[in-house]
């Protein structure tokens, strides 16, 4: 977008000029302001169009939130979904969750079997749920935002913090989640701090699912981690 207004800028400098068709011209005071009014514009106009130091307007980063509806504030939402998934009792096939839009577009019917999109419900429970959270999240399914964050130019979730690093911009925290250990392997997500239920229908219908985590020492080093801990995360853009 910066380089075809520089360019035609330049030139009409260059005709402008070009028209004198005199060798040893001076500059008179009127061409010294066309100059400055040139320079201005392409100043203000680069400035305009490239908000991120040259950046073109149309780059951006986009992430899942995992958890809400909404995206944060800053952010364009995409869209919304469900959180869907392998089994978590499926041994093979896909490991991500997957955020579902809400206005799906069906292909056919099949016969064979090999059913791996289930939705994902929350597991935390009574006995085990990361702080903060209610136990009437148990067994309810999972809504997710796709958000789509303009202004920057990259995107990483960090386990382990709650807080971005300098000059990055934190866009949500959470706590990082993935299946139990026993069924079989999710990736982790980070899930958000204040996540809500897809629906008021709470059946157990299973699929792929959400648990809090610990951390255990040993490999894991202690400090700085503590032992048997939430992992928290956050999600930063710059
Ligand atoms: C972590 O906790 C487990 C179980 O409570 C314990 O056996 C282990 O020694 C602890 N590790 C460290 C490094 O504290």
Known sequence: MCKPTVKIVLVAVVMIVKNY???????????????EMMKHYLHTSRRLEC????????????????????????????????????????KGGGVNYLCLPNDPENGQHQSYSNDQVYGAEYEPGYSIKPSGWSESMHNQEVPCAVCYQKLRSTVMMIPGRKTCYKGWNAEYNGFLMSDHVTYNKKDFACVDNNAEPLDNKNGNQNGALFYPLRTKCGSLRCPPYTNESDVLCVVCTK
């Open 51 to 90: 908000p991120n130091q040259g950046k073109t307007s149309n780059s951006g980063v986009t992430y899942v939130r995992w958890g809400k509806k909404t995206c944060p504030h800053g952010s364009e939402i995409v869209y919304t979904g469900q959180v869907g998934g392998n089994d978590h009792q499926s």
């Open 21 to 35: 068709e005199c060798k040893d011209f001076v500059l008179s005071a009127s061409d010294q302001s066309l100059i």
